[in-house]
């Protein structure tokens, strides 16, 4: 089975997809890890659990697991369950049958970041901190000069790297050699935050609407500019040789092979969207990215061809979060609507 | 110059003032009364608010520097982080209140409602609310140049505390707020009572009102200013206004007298146009709209307001006749 997109049937027909609606706006969406489970972090406390196989009847919701709105949301790496984050200041642990129990409670902070490492780490912003989920034990880091506003692991998950005012701190991990953290500077607000694939750079979009990166090895950095909002969603290939990054109204690549991306311009493919990309995700195997625009449009884009097919029209809903299947076949997708859209790409 | 619409954008009041003033109080009045909106409101720290139906969000006043190197280009970004936050809940807002602490600038709050495209495409800052302790006001002016500069941004002044002193004291207080600040609408109150439409939802930001009335300067003896003196001054055209070399003038100003200009605001006749165009600034930043239309036979005025230090009105007049048809 593999994705083609000269496949005439693109051009054709929308592919199958399953779309319930909700009445509160979506902040986060993740799969489970082995693909069996879409959730989706809604407005109103919900977290909805619904089967992957967009055939299979979804279940009736459940009660709201947090206070206010679920803010974030990422697969358990060492269950079939998930992790959610509110404005309640609580993480969770969702099981697969959507039992929860508390790993933290903050009372006051946000919880607006979570990441999730293979190794089985988790790791959450609130307010200034850090936290630190792993073999059952909860570990704190910080405080940050600011909120931290974006973190993600390296490559191994020896390290996590926040975002805050003034630059970035990346902290390591270890619990046997103390390891100082290290600070890369960079003024104004950073607000969102990926590390590569391939562990060597880490990438920022600044409040500004520039995207700052550093090589991590050699603590040297570079700025790309000429976005015109915001860039709030970044996203690496699973090779590292590309960085998406959403505020275009086509997919744009920065190369980071070779010599890297200085002085040359970003690789931009596809049909031009409705609006400007608002989310953006990399596919977890192959050249392929799909990126949700602030109208609802929704494409699949293809690096290897240049090419890109529409996945959903605009419907004037800005597509709030993407994420896919680990086999790269199944894209969930939320909107600041309540619809939570399941896509199956195999046709 | 950005155009901002006004429909379906979340009035924000900011609402500011020395500790100890009555900002609390009239918090408190505002969540408690019966009024029917649901409100959100963002404190420094919980404090002994009565809430119920609303919800409180506790802020930390994480001011940043844009990356332009200005020191007034100042962003409070976890405001920015916390109306995004706002806009993700199910239930929606009749208003957002923003409390800041008492020794806060309230530049940071007012300009992040004028740089951030996410904040201004979701809220419009509808009022900045100054509380005054009459009692205390004037040893806080000695204490530093915070009080001075929450007159400064203010659109409504609560002149609070009244029943703690004497009609002299009282008048001398005003004076002095009037000599900072002339365009201002200034509510005497005992234990922050004030009618909450005074204050709430008035679109007092966007003007309309405000710079129809001059406000006359009857007990003011205060001609003699210091050069650094936070002051107020208007200038008027009643010829059309030219909007190329307007926003030319007004563009290199800001640029060269932002830091010394906490607010700018006008409304202006522009050649040709059938309805007011109106701006406001917060220091270098600031955002316009088409405002009212003009009435059959009207007089078709300009009229730009500047609060701020070092303003040399003659100069600013001079200026702004070049701008004009
Ligand atoms: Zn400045």
């Known amino acids: 089975m593999k994705i083609d997109l000269a496949n005439p049937a693109w051009q054709q027909t929308l592919p199958p997809a399953r779309s319930l609606a909700t009445d509160a706006p979506v902040a986060a969406c993740a799969f489970n890890r082995d693909g069996t489970t879409v959730a989706f972090a809604l407005g109103d406390g919900q977290v909805r659990l619904l089967p992957a196989d967009i055939k299979t009847p979804p279940p009736e919701a459940a009660a709201p697991l947090h206070k206010g709105v679920v803010l974030s949301l990422v697969g358990d790496p060492t269950s079939d369950g998930f992790v959610s984050g509110g404005d309640d200041g609580r993480v969770l642990r969702i099981a697969a049958d959507g039992t929860a129990t508390e790993l933290l409670a903050q009372k006051g902070k946000w919880i607006e970041h979570l990441v999730a490492h293979k190794t089985g780490a988790v790791a959450a912003s609130a307010g200034k901190a850090m936290f630190l989920f792993r073999d059952g034990e909860v570990r704190e880091f910080g405080p940050h000069p600011s909120t931290v506003a974006g973190l993600d692991f390296s490559k191994d998950g020896s390290r996590v790297a926040c975002a805050h005012y003034g630059g970035i701190t990346v902290w390591s991990l270890s619990k046997d050699v103390a390891l100082p953290p290290r600070r890369f500077a960079w003024q104004g607000s950073h607000v969102a935050l990926r590390w590569s694939t391939d562990g060597k750079f880490i990438a920022t979009g600044t409040q500004e609407n520039d995207i700052h990166v550093w090589r991590v090895a050699q603590a040297t950095d570079m700025r790309m500019q000429g976005y015109p909002a915001k860039v709030k969603s970044l996203s690496w290939t699973a090779d590292a040789r590309f960085l998406y990054t959403s505020s275009q109204p086509v997919f744009t690549a920065w190369p980071f092979s070779g010599k890297g991306p200085e002085g040359k311009p970003p690789l931009q493919f596809g049909d031009e969207g409705a609006g400007l990309m608002t989310v953006v995700a990399a596919h977890p195997v192959e050249g392929f990215v799909a990126g949700g625009y602030d109208s609802g449009e929704l494409q699949l884009g293809d690096i290897r061809t240049r090419r890109s097919v529409v996945l959903k029209m605009a419907d004037g809903a800005a597509i709030t979060c993407l994420a896919w299947s680990p086999d790269g076949f199944k894209l969930a997708v939320g909107n600041d609507r309540g619809d939570l859209l399941t896509v199956d790409l195999r046709r | 110059m950005a155009t901002s619409q006004t429909s379906a954008q979340v009035p924000v009041t900011v609402l500011t003032g020395y500790l100890g003033a009555g900002k609390t109080t009239l918090l408190n009045r505002i969540l408690s009364e019966q009024h029917g909106k649901k409100y959100a409101v963002i404190v420094n720290e919980f404090g002994e608010l009565g809430v119920d139906n609303d919800l409180v969000v506790n802020a930390d006043e994480e001011v940043f520097e844009m990356n332009n190197g200005c020191i007034c280009c100042t962003v409070r970004g976890d405001l920015i982080r ?88 009282l008048r001398k207080v005003e004076d002095r707020i009037r000599g900072i600040n002339r365009y201002a609408r200034i509510f005497h109150t005992q234990k922050s009572q004030v009618e909450l439409d005074a204050i709430l939802d008035k679109g007092a930001f966007d003007l309309g009102r405000i710079l129809e009335f001059e406000p006359d300067f009857l007990h003011s003896g205060h001609d003699h200013h210091h050069e650094d003196e936070v002051r107020s001054l208007s200038i008027t055209a009643d010829r059309p206004v030219d909007p190329d070399r307007f926003q030319k003038w007004m563009g290199a100003l800001l640029q060269i007298k932002g830091g010394d200009i906490f607010r700018s605001k006008g409304i202006l006749a522009i050649d040709g146009a059938p309805r007011r165009y109106v701006y406001q600034g917060v220091h270098m930043m600031m955002d316009s709209a088409w405002g009212t239309p003009w009435k059959e036979g009207e007089t078709r005025s300009s009229k730009l307001v500047f609060i701020g230090r070092n303003l040399d009105g003659d100069n600013l007049q001079r200026g702004f006749e070049e701008c004009l048809k």
Request: no cysteine.
């Open chain 2, 82 to 169: 916390i109306i995004e936050g706002l806009m993700k809940r199910k239930d929606k807002f009749d208003g957002i209140l923003v409390e800041t602490t008492g020794l806060a600038d309230p530049g940071p709050v007012a300009q992040t409602f004028f740089t951030d495209d996410d904040v201004k495409a979701r809220t419009r800052l509808d009022a900045i609310v100054t509380v005054i302790d009459a009692k205390h006001f004037f040893g806080q002016l000695e204490q530093g140049s915070e009080a001075e500069q929450q007159v400064a941004f203010a659109d409504v002044i609560l002149l609070n505390k009244t029943d703690l002193v004497s009609a002299e004291e």
